[in-house]
C-alpha cells in the first residue's frame, strides 16, 4: 500500500532566505512539480508554494526511497545537497500528512490565523498540478476532502470572522451598524495610509461614494481621482455631514475639527440616519462628545486596536475548535483509504474469475461447433451471472472488512483463498486446487 | 374526551415550545444552521399542534376562544409563533427566535397556569364585528410583541456598539439597521390591524351594548396605546424617528399593551373581563 509523505518547511521552521528560494523557483516555471512527476519512487504528486512556505504531497510505495529522492530533489533546487536543507524540513506521514494539509488548508498554520488567501493558492497549486497529472486518485481525493474541510471550518467556527487589522475593524463595525454598505457615501478627511486603506476596504465592501476633504486641495484631487470621488471644500466639511454616512478622519490638525454641537446640529436634517465616525487621528479630529448624540457612532483609534486585540484572542480560541473538526475530517479520510487498500484484491479476484471463465468458455466451444450465434451468447450469459453471483458475497465482505483493524489478515487470508498472487508458495490448499484444475483438464 | 384531548394537546404544545426555546438559546452559543433549523421546526410543530388544539376548542365552545383568561393566553401566544413564523421566512433573522420563543413559552406556562372556566356560549359573543375585533386585536398585539423583541435586540446591539464593549450577542444580532427596519416593519403591519380592532370593538359595542364608550379601563388603555404607536409611527415618517428612541417606544407600547391584557383583567373590572362568569 502506498504511503502518503507531507515534506516542507513554513515560516516556523524556515528563515526568510530559504523561503524565498522556493518562491522564486516556481515563479516563472511549474516550479519542481515537472520533477516531481518524474521520480519514479513516488507515484502521485502536489506542490504549493507560497510566501511563507513550500510544501511537497506525494504518495510512495516504498517510503525512505521516496522521502530520500523528494529530499534531494529539493535540496538540488535549493542549490545544496539534500542534506544541507534537512534541518528546516518537517516531514509527515500519513495520518500526520493528511493533518498537517488540512491544518494548512484551514489556516491554521498561517502566520496570520485565520487568513483566507491560502486555501485560494492550495487550489490554484492544486490545478498546476493537474494540469501535468501529478496527483492521481489518493492526491485528488485528499484535495477536494482539505477543500471541504477549510469550507466546513470557515463556516462552523470563527476562525476567519473577525477581523484582524485596524482597517477591516472599522468595516466591519460599519455593517452592524449600517447592514449592507451598497448605497452609503464614505468622506475622508486627510489622508494617511490607514485612513485610505480603511477607505479602499469600504469600497470593496459595496459603499457608492466617497468624498474626500483637505486641507491643500491638490492633495484631496489626487485622493478623489484614486477613489473615483469628489472633493469637498474644507469651510463645507460641517454641511457634508447631511449627506455622508461614515467619515473617516486622519488630520494632522492639533485640536477637533468637529465638534458635538455641529454634529447634533445636522442630525435633524439628516432625520436621524446614523452616523460613523471612524477617528484615526493623534491627536483626535472628533470630539468625543459626539458618541453620546443618538444615532452616532464614535471610534477612535484605540477603540479599533481594542477590537483588534480581542479579535486576535478569539481566533485562537476557535482554532482548538477547528482542529477539532481535522481530526474528525483526517479520521474520515483515512476510512476511505482503508476501503482503497481492499481494491486490488478485489481487483484481482475479478480478473482471475474472468480468465477463468473465459478459458473454460473457449475449450467447451471448440467441442461444440454446432452452436447457432444466439446459443453461444446464452452461455455467455449463463457463465457471467455464475461467476457474478459466486463472487457477489466474497466481495462484499471484503469491502465491510476494510475498516477493520485485522483486515491484512483477512486479505491475506482471501488472497491465498483465492490463490491470486502467482508467486504465493504453494500451500495444501493450493494443491487441491490445482489437482481439481487438473480433474477439469482431463 | 374533548376536554381531556385539549389538555393533552396543550401539554404538547408548551412541549414544543420549549424544546424550540432551548434550541433557539443553544443556537445563540453555537451558531449552527442545523440546530436553527431544528430549533425553528419544533416551533413550527408546536405552531400545528396548538392550531389544532385551537380549532377543537372553538368547535367546542362554538365562539372566539377568549372566553377565559387561559384561553387568551393560549391564543396570545399561537398568534405570537404564527406572526414569527411568518416574519422569519420573509426576515430570515435567525437569532430573532431566541427572544420570541420564550414569550410564547412564558403565555403558555401563564396560560396553564392560571384556573380558568369555559363560560356557557352567550349570543352576544358571534357577532362578526367581535370576531374582527378579537382577530385583529390578537394579530395586531402579536406582531407588537416582535416588535418589543426587536426594540430589545436593538438596545442590547446598540449600547454595545456605543459602549466598545462586545459580548457574545455582538456577533449573533443582527446589524442596527436591519433591527430598526424590522420594528418599523412590525409597526407598518401592527398599526393597522389594531386600529381595525379598535374600530371594530367600538362598532360592536355601539350595537350591542348600545354605547361606543363606557370608560372601562381596557378601553382606556387600549386608546393610550394606539395613541403611543400613533405618536412614533408619525415621528418616524414626519421627523425620522428611529433608533434608540423607536426601539424604546415600541418596548413601553408593548408593556402598556400587557398592562392592558393581564393586569386589567385580573385588577380591574369591566366588559372586558374574561374571567367574568
Known sequence: MDRIVLIGLNHKTAPVEIRERFNLVCMDTRGPLSDLVRLRSLRESFYLSTCNRMEVLCTSPRLDEGIGAVVGLLGEIYGQTGAALKPYLYIHIDQDAVKHLFRVACSLDSMVVGEPQILGQIKDAYRQATEVKAPGVV???????????????????????????????????????????????????????????????????????????????????????????????????????????????????????????????RMRARRNRPLFFIDIAVPRDIDPEVNRIDNVYLYNIDDLQGIVEINRAERIKEAARAEHIISAEALKFDTWLRTLEVVPTIVSLREKAEQIRETEIRKTLAQLDSLSGGEIEAIHILTRSVVNKLLHDPILFLKRISTRSRKDLYLDVARKFFRLDEDQPETEEGEDQLSLDSDKVS | MVNESLVILSFITTLLYSVGTIGYLIYVVRTEVTIHRIAYGFLLAGFLCHSLGLALLVGQIRQMPVTTLPQTFSLFAWAIVGSYLAFQLKFNIRVFGTFVSPLAVIFMLLSSAIPGKIIPTSQ???????????????????????????????????????????????????????????????????????????????????????????????????????????????????VGWRGRRAAIMAIVGFSIILVTFVGATLVLKGHHTFMRG
Not at chain 1, 468624498?211 to 486641495?217: E, F, G, H, I, Q
Not at chain 1, 457634508?240 to 490638525?253: F, H, N, V
Request: glycine share 6%; proline share 2%.
Open chain 2, 124 to 238: 352576544l359573543s358571534q357577532s362578526f364585528w367581535l370576531i374582527l375585533h378579537v382577530s385583529t386585536i390578537f394579530i395586531g398585539n402579536a406582531i407588537f410583541a416582535l416588535a418589543f423583541c426587536a426594540g430589545i435586540m436593538y438596545l442590547l446591539q446598540e449600547r454595545q456598539i456605543k459602549t466598545k464593549s462586545f459580548g457574545l450577542l455582538y456577533r449573533r444580532l443582527p446589524s442596527l439597521e436591519t433591527l430598526d427596519s424590522l420594528n418599523y416593519v412590525c409597526l407598518t403591519f401592527g398599526f393597522p390591524l389594531i386600529t381595525i380592532g379598535l374600530i371594530s370593538g367600538f362598532v360592536y359595542a355601539g350595537a350591542v351594548l348600545r354605547s361606543f364608550w363606557h370608560w372601562d379601563p381596557k378601553e382606556i388603555l387600549a386608546v393610550i396605546t394606539w395613541l403611543i404607536y400613533a405618536v412614533l409611527l408619525h415621528e418616524r415618517l414626519a
Open chain 1, 139 to 265: 492526491l485528488n481525493r485528499l484535495l477536494h476532502k482539505s477543500f471541504s474541510v477549510a469550507k466546513r471550518v470557515r463556516t462552523e467556527t470563527r476562525i476567519g470572522s473577525s477581523a484582524v487589522s485596524i482597517s477591516y475593524a472599522a468595516v466591519e463595525l460599519a455593517k452592524k451598524i449600517f447592514g449592507e454598505l451598497e448605497g452609503k457615501t464614505a468622506l475622508l478627511i486627510g489622508a494617511g495610509e490607514m485612513a485610505e486603506l480603511a477607505a479602499e476596504h469600504l469600497i470593496s465592501n459595496g459603499i457608492e461614494r466617497i468624498a474626500v476633504a483637505n486641507r491643500t486641495l491638490e492633495r484631496a484631487m489626487a485622493l478623489a481621482r484614486r477613489f473615483n470621488g469628489s472633493t469637498v471644500p474644507w469651510e463645507e466639511l460641517v454641511e457634508e455631514l447631511r449627506k455622508t454616512d461614515i467619515i473617516i478622519s486622519s488630520t494632522g490638525s492639533p485640536e477637533p475639527i468637529l465638534t458635538g454641537k455641529q454634529v447634533r446640529k
